[in-house]
């Protein structure tokens, strides 16, 4: 069983920055895709980012490219999430994902089998 630790997540204003991090640990790391996912209130869970298991390849939702960037550090078995530009619409309680089989990148929900508890960012206007 997988297990992830989020941190990073707080109160930043409007323009300003955070760095999201994930700690994974119960299987080999460098195996698998990690994503981050956000989900604010009253809204369905979204995709925001994705890595492949080696971090050569990415993935964004349109709403974060240019602004959002994600990477892994595997000798750390850790994803993370550098955030700038933040908007209000940010908002959002943001999750760590691991793939559920190794060796492939998706960008939906049902391509991943574990999750963090979740970090809360707020971005205030």
């Known amino acids: 069983q997988v297990r992830l630790v989020e941190s990073g997540g707080g109160l930043v204003q409007a323009g300003g920055s955070l760095r999201l991090s994930c700690a994974a640990s119960?299987?080999?790391?460098?195996?698998?895709?990690m994503a981050w996912f956000r989900q604010a209130p009253g809204k369905e869970r979204e995709f925001e980012a994705a890595?492949?298991?080696?971090?050569?390849?990415?993935y964004y939702v349109d709403s974060v490219k240019g602004r959002f960037t994600i990477s892994r550090d595997n000798a750390k078995n850790t994803v993370y999430l550098q955030m700038n530009s933040l908007k209000p619409e940010d908002t959002a309680v943001h999750y760590c994902?691991?793939?559920?089989?190794?060796?492939?990148?998706?960008?939906?929900?049902?391509?991943?089998?574990?999750w963090g508890q979740g970090t809360q960012v707020t971005v205030s206007s």
């Open positions: 119960g299987r080999t790391f460098s195996d698998y895709a």
């Open positions: 994902a691991a793939a559920r089989v190794p060796f492939r990148t998706g960008v939906v929900a049902a391509d991943y089998g574990s």
């Open positions: 890595i492949s298991w080696s971090g050569g390849d990415t």
